[in-house]
């Protein structure tokens, strides 16, 4: 993440400074993979289209919490946590800026009653499918 933006973020309490810390960062992705491993065994449908957005959301970001701990960071806010998964390498970088969209989704969810579509929940599921274990490989590193 560019050294201007996390200044910015520090600088609107969206981060705090903190001494890198493996073990939270180590337990975060085990977090994560456990329930993507559990939501992927969730047939989407109507009735929990809500659930398999939120928690494939709340997995990204707690791989990019997880990242920041490792970098020294603790994140107050959604937005670092998703910006830094920015940073991952892939193939196809043009589909990261579906992040931003996921976190925006998740806040409407969450704050205003908003219920993801099918295909939204789909898409974020072909999402992680698709790129999870880049991810996973990435917080890692």
Avoid: C
């Avoid at 200044?7 to 969206?14: A, D, I, R, T, V």
């Avoid at 937005?79 to 390498?89: A, G, H, N, Q, T």
């Avoid at 219920?115 to 890692?140: A, H, M, R």
């Amino acid at each position: 993440m560019d050294q201007n933006l996390i200044k910015n973020y520090l600088e609107k309490g969206s981060l705090v400074k903190r001494s890198p810390d493996i073990n939270i960062a180590n337990s975060l992705i085990q977090v994560a993979k456990i329930t993507a491993n559990s939501v992927l065994e969730i047939p989407l449908k109507e009735s929990n289209a809500i659930v398999i957005f939120r928690e494939l959301y709340e997995v990204l970001r707690q791989i990019g919490d997880a990242k920041l701990w490792k970098m020294g960071y603790e994140a107050r806010q959604h937005e670092p946590s998703i910006k830094v998964l920015m940073d991952v390498k892939i193939k196809n970088s043009f589909v990261l800026n579906n992040l931003d969209r996921f976190r925006m989704i998740r806040n409407d969810m969450n704050y205003r009653g908003f219920k993801p579509t099918l295909n939204q929940s789909q898409e974020i599921l072909d999402f992680w499918k698709k790129y999870g274990k880049e991810f996973l490989e990435w917080v890692k590193s």
